[in-house]
């Protein structure tokens, strides 16, 4: 646990808002000189606080322009059905997210494709027949808020 003050969790809304601010930048919005607003933000890296700045990309402007939220229930569980379907399952480019969760379901995947036919070809050719697959429900993304 690490002791924040005003000022970082003023940087770390900054960083969160847009992960590119440069530490000048940072330091404007924070009233910060940039060597004192690096020197912040490096201690909230190391301290693990800031585990990256991640790059979001427009997947509609690179021609993914269906998504889909799947549940995955596991036909056989343990903990070497679960390791095996999790290592199967990233190794799929369309899943951009896999959580393990509790409920119905055993997985929560979010799926892109660029159209409803190549989901359905990504259902049935990748993910139907990853290893220990048992029931799975679809819901295609409508809109997002």
């Known amino acids: 646990m690490i002791d924040l003050d005003d000022t970082d969790r003023a940087i770390l809304q900054a960083l969160q808002r847009d992960g590119g601010l440069s530490a000048a930048a940072v330091g404007a919005l924070v009233g910060l000189s940039q060597p004192a607003a690096w020197r912040r933000i490096k201690r909230l890296e190391k301290a693990g606080v800031i585990l990256g700045r991640d790059i979001v990309l427009d997947r509609e402007k690179l021609g993914f322009d269906v998504v889909v939220y799947l549940g995955v229930k596991l ?33 929560r995947l979010k799926v892109v494709a660029r159209d409803l036919s190549d989901f359905e070809r990504i259902l049935r050719r990748r993910i139907m027949t990853l290893p220990g697959v048992g029931d799975v429900e679809s819901n295609v993304l409508l809109s997002e808020g």
Do not use: M, N, S, T
Request: hydrophobic content about 45%; some cysteine; overall charge negative.
């Open 75 to 107: 036909a056989a569980k343990g903990r070497v059905g679960l390791e095996d379907f999790e290592r199967a399952v990233c190794a799929i480019p369309e899943v951009q997210v896999v959580q393990h969760v509790l409920g119905v379901y055993d997985y």
